[in-house]
């Protein structure tokens, strides 16, 4: 049958014109908004050095990751050299982690944009300065931390505090160390706004959910724990977040591949 280019057009925008309508109904529909990214601290530890940076590089990819994150000591080769590889992959490293000055560095040299790390109120502007001029944002994660550690950034209510000193600094949420340390990730989430640009997608044990100091591991694969995931995607969708979305375990399966695997496939059944 013939159509005319008149009921073409017209067919067209009416397929068109349905599509809010569709995502509307599938709302995990992947928007391409979100790279997802697989955590080096994952890795047997024992490969934090240079000999195992292009196996630790592979397997990032075959698991089905885009990116990672790392420390300039753990990654362990001149950034120009890391770049490189990364380049003859495909892969990213989408953040570099560490104290301040030598992940600064490190990031420059390698063209990364995001460096994990905190500093002194006093030494704000100068950094974010720095930074800026090298095309770099600064990002602070919640960690918990020794008791009686000064200035620690544990909670939701640290975060948001250690924010509002810090004038140009954004958040990077580590849903299972806010978890452990009795805040609600998905509610931390929706607080930040657009002040959350990466993020740590780490599940928790149920026994450990508001216990800091308790015995035993913390932490586990991602989809097995108490960590409401369902939560924490919809709470991003609603902050229109765009970015990385870092997969961190912390406590090791001993087949971390499988593990590495698991993980993603977690992830893809929410359609990400």
């Not at 790279?35 to 630790?56: S, T, V």
């Not at 495909?90 to 063209?111: F, L, N, R, S, T």
Request: glycine share 10%; net charge neutral.
């Amino acid at each position: 049958m013939k159509v005319s280019r008149r009921s073409f057009a017209a067919g067209l925008a009416a397929a068109v014109a349905g599509v809010p309508a569709l995502l509307a109904q599938h709302p995990n529909t992947r928007t391409g908004k979100w790279r997802i990214g697989h955590h080096f601290w994952n890795w047997d530890h024992a490969w934090n050095k240079g000999d195992f940076l292009a196996e630790r590089l592979r397997l990032t990819k075959d698991t089905g990751y885009e990116g990672w994150e790392a420390k300039p000591e753990e990654i362990g080769r001149p950034a120009a050299e890391m770049r490189a590889a990364c380049d003859a992959l495909g892969i990213e490293c989408a953040a570099i982690g560490g104290d301040v000055k030598p992940a600064v560095d490190y990031a420059h040299a390698a063209g990364v944009k995001i460096v994990r790390t905190t500093f002194p109120m006093s030494e704000n502007q100068r950094w974010v300065d720095h930074g800026a001029e090298r095309g770099i944002i600064f990002v602070v994660h919640p960690h918990a931390a020794p008791g009686g550690t000064a200035n620690a950034v544990e909670t939701r209510e640290d975060l948001l505090r250690y924010l509002e000193q810090h004038p140009g600094v954004y958040a990077c949420p580590d849903t299972g160390h806010l978890a452990l340390c009795g805040s609600d990730p998905v509610q931390t989430i929706r607080d930040l706004g657009p002040l959350c640009r990466y993020i740590h997608l780490k599940d928790i044990r149920p026994d450990r959910v508001g216990k800091k100091d308790g015995p035993g591991e913390k932490f586990c694969e991602l989809g097995t724990g108490a960590l409401d995931l369902a939560g924490v995607i919809r709470a991003l969708e609603a902050i229109d977040y765009e970015g990385w979305i870092m997969v961190e375990r912390d406590s090791r399966e001993p087949d971390y591949i499988k593990s590495a695997r698991n993980m993603r496939a977690t992830l893809r059944q929410f359609g990400y």
